[in-house]
């Protein structure tokens, strides 16, 4: 089978291809993770990510893509395991503390779990649930490296919290469904930062 040329578009094209690229991902909410590893000195961090999936159930492996610019994508494929963890609607903040460019995201130790097995990667206390990965193979792709992660170990919380949604450019959660006709997310209010997880 031939191999398609890649389409060329007009620098004035690319960009509104991009523009319009930007808006509908805008309008698909997806559940917010964050990618929790030990870097170099021993200390936790984390990286918040929209862009993960399962993959298959056999063997349980799951995707990630991580910005090859980042600190985080050099350490982790330095270190090579890494946790997921989906955020659960009460920890915004963690989100927000782990999605700052050049920010320093070391996790602070209120957010962690105290025991976690030896060489493991730190788990946040009340996410909906932790993975934790060895990485399998990994693509690099324009500017993001796509992570084959091996799932190891899975931790689910037993309280079953609502996850933590982006969607149009703003934290949400799901909506209670009263009727037929109403979608299963809508934009709500939620508390300020500081009245999440601290």
């Not at 094209?13 to 523009?19: P, Y």
């Not at 799932?151 to 469904?177: E, F, K, Q, S």
């Not at 979608?183 to 508390?191: E, T």
Request: charge should be negative; proline fraction near 9%.
């Amino acid at each position: 089978m031939a191999l398609l040329e890649p389409l060329q578009l007009p620098d004035d094209e690319l960009s509104d291809d991009r523009a319009a690229f930007r808006q509908a991902f805008r309008r698909h909410p997806a559940s917010v993770v964050v990618v929790t590893y030990i870097d170099v000195t021993g200390a936790p961090r984390g990286m918040t990510a929209t862009a993960m999936t399962a993959l298959s159930a056999d063997p349980p492996s799951l995707i990630v893509c991580i910005d090859r610019a980042t600190r985080t994508h050099e350490e982790v494929m330095h270190v090579r395991t890494f946790g997921i963890d989906m955020l659960a609607a009460s920890q915004r903040r963690i989100s927000q503390h782990c999605s700052r460019p050049g920010a320093d995201k070391r996790l602070d130790e209120r957010w962690l779990a105290p025991e976690v097995p030896a060489g493991d990667p730190p788990r946040l206390t009340n996410a909906m649930a932790h993975l934790v990965c060895t990485i399998d193979s990994a693509l690099d792709a324009y500017t993001h490296t796509v992570v084959v992660g091996r799932v190891r170990a899975i931790w689910l919380n037993p309280l079953n919290p609502a996850p933590l949604l982006y969607h149009d450019g703003a934290y949400t959660r799901l909506a209670t469904i009263t009727g037929a006709d109403e979608p299963a997310f809508a934009r709500l209010v939620l508390p300020d930062p500081a009245a999440d997880e601290v």
